[in-house]
């Protein structure tokens, strides 16, 4: 396992660097408690702290969570170079909570490699086997809720993947060295009447009106709604339907999403998405200091600060999104978009009459006819290019999953009809949430660049490496219309 500096987390520590949170956690030996590095307790002397890559490696040393600064909330690492692909792509799947339905041999089979390898991998990176991450997952989860919630102990146990209360409540008392009960009286958040509130943070700052102005011309009509109160969208999980709206806290970094209590059973892939779906485990001073070295750039850097680039929710809407979207204005894809879910989709209790229904799944659309799809105002072409991602992905000669083969989606994309290198960036950078993804050929990234080719566009972004999708979507925030997606 990679060592930290340990004076460098010290110095963060004693200044409350954001920056940091998330990156590392302290463990305080006189206590036998870890926390964020942005704790506002008492600074602890140098030679009390051990520091740690992770909660669940803190965990396994034998410290238990902080209650003031709840490391459970803290934000996640970078995407980029942080662990080796195989940790990454099995952490981002036991967050998901595929530890909760399916064994350590399914996750094992599913990345190809086997359970003993996989283990040994996380071992040696994290410090923690992929079930001691998955408990401390949990727990994480379990803790929010018993803190932020007035869900009865029982459904938060199962809502955190625990397959017995029995099991929660002895794993709890082993961990936090005290009864959910205990931890729920002792809380002082307030709680509301029975509403499922997941806090989400992130390391400041956030351009979160600018989040939300792209995502409110792009949003799928009747499917997800953005505006000044923020984001609603309709969702389909695990065999689960339902809603969730989300906010900006105004007293910390935070997103506030208010999930429906039919999906409480699936909420680590709920709060999975959301993260990756506003970016919010992005570093954006690391982000900001690589593309600020560009004269162009570090003026959109700066007029923007904490720029995101928004992910998908659910990736094959988004890849739908992007096919409609070739070689028409942002208003026409988003108008064919919400004919499609108008014609294809379900509809969906809620209580936003913006969102009523649920995108069609990739087997509904396999199963239309040309005819059928290009009735909505598309030419054919178009219509059998959205024909054959659908079977592809219904079939799973497509992946979509954000810790896919990013080279190897992107190729079998372009090996479908109609489907070129615009669609396939455009879709690492979003759906696959692959950070260096770079549209060179984009009409307003050229224009933004002084009206340049693809291939002087290609050889400027070189520079802007390993964050090219940062890139790429300061050059469409500068322009007054968006050219992209």
């Not at 340990?6 to 463990?27: H, P, S």
């Not at 809380?187 to 792209?214: H, I, K, M, N, T």
């Not at 598309?378 to 059998?384: I, Y």
């Amino acid at each position: 396992m990679r060592t930290l500096e340990t004076e460098t987390c010290y110095r963060a520590l004693t200044a409350r660097d954001r920056r940091f949170d998330g990156l590392f956690f302290v463990g305080v030996a006189t206590t036998g408690i870890y926390c964020r590095p942005v704790c506002t307790a008492r600074t602890p002397r140098r030679e009390r702290c051990a520091f740690y890559r992770t909660a669940a490696e803190a965990e396994h040393a034998g410290f238990r969570a902080c209650l003031l600064c709840r490391p459970e909330l803290a934000p996640g690492g970078a995407p980029v170079d942080s662990v080796p692909r195989l940790v990454a792509a099995a952490v981002a799947r036991i967050e998901g909570g595929c530890l909760n339905e399916s064994s350590l041999e399914d996750l094992a089979a599913e990345l190809g490699v086997t359970s003993r390898h996989l283990r040994r991998a996380m071992e040696t990176e994290l410090g923690v086997s992929p079930v001691e991450l998955a408990q401390s997952r949990r727990l994480a989860l379990a803790k929010q809720l018993l803190q932020d919630t007035t869900l009865p102990l029982a459904e938060i146990a199962f809502a955190s993947g625990f397959q017995s209360v029995r099991r929660f409540n002895a794993l709890f008392q082993e961990r936090f060295g005290r009864p959910p009960s205990a931890l729920r009286r002792a809380s002082d958040e307030p709680v509301g009447a029975r509403s499922l509130v997941l806090r989400l943070d992130y390391r400041p700052p956030l351009d979160w009106e600018q989040q939300l102005r792209f995502l409110s011309g792009r949003a799928i009509p009747g499917v997800e709604h953005a505006g000044d109160a923020g984001y609603r969208r309709t969702v389909r999980l695990g065999g689960r339907t339902g809603w969730l709206s989300v906010r900006k806290d105004p007293k910390r970094p935070a997103l506030l999403a208010e999930v429906s209590l039919s999906l409480a059973g699936v909420l680590m892939q709920v709060a999975a998405r959301l993260r990756a779906l506003f970016d919010l485990d992005a570093q954006p001073e690391v982000i900001a200091e690589c593309l600020g070295r560009d004269a162009l750039l570090a003026k959109y850097v700066q007029a923007h600060p904490g720029l995101r680039v928004l992910g998908a929710f659910e990736p094959f809407e988004l890849v739908v999104r992007a096919i409609l979207g070739q070689q028409v204005t942002v208003r026409a894809a988003t108008t064919l978009s919400g004919r499609l879910v108008a014609r294809f989709g379900e509809p969906v209790d809620s209580p936003y009459a913006e969102t009523s229904r649920l995108f069609p799944l990739p087997e509904t659309l396999a199963a239309a006819t040309e005819d059928d799809v290009a009735s909505l105002g598309m030419p054919g072409a178009r219509a059998r290019s959205l024909l054959a991602v659908a079977r592809a992905v219904a079939e799973g000669s497509v992946r979509l999953d954000r810790h896919a083969d990013v080279d190897g989606t992107m190729a079998a994309l372009e090996a479908l009809p109609g489907i070129g290198a615009w669609t396939a960036h455009y879709v690492a950078m979003r759906a696959l949430r692959w950070p260096d993804a770079f549209p060179a050929s984009d009409l307003g990234i050229r224009k933004a660049l002084g009206n340049v080719t693809a291939k002087e566009a290609g050889a400027r972004a070189e520079a802007w490496r390993p964050w090219r999708s940062y890139a790429a979507i300061h050059l469409w925030t500068s322009l007054s219309e968006g050219a992209g997606g």
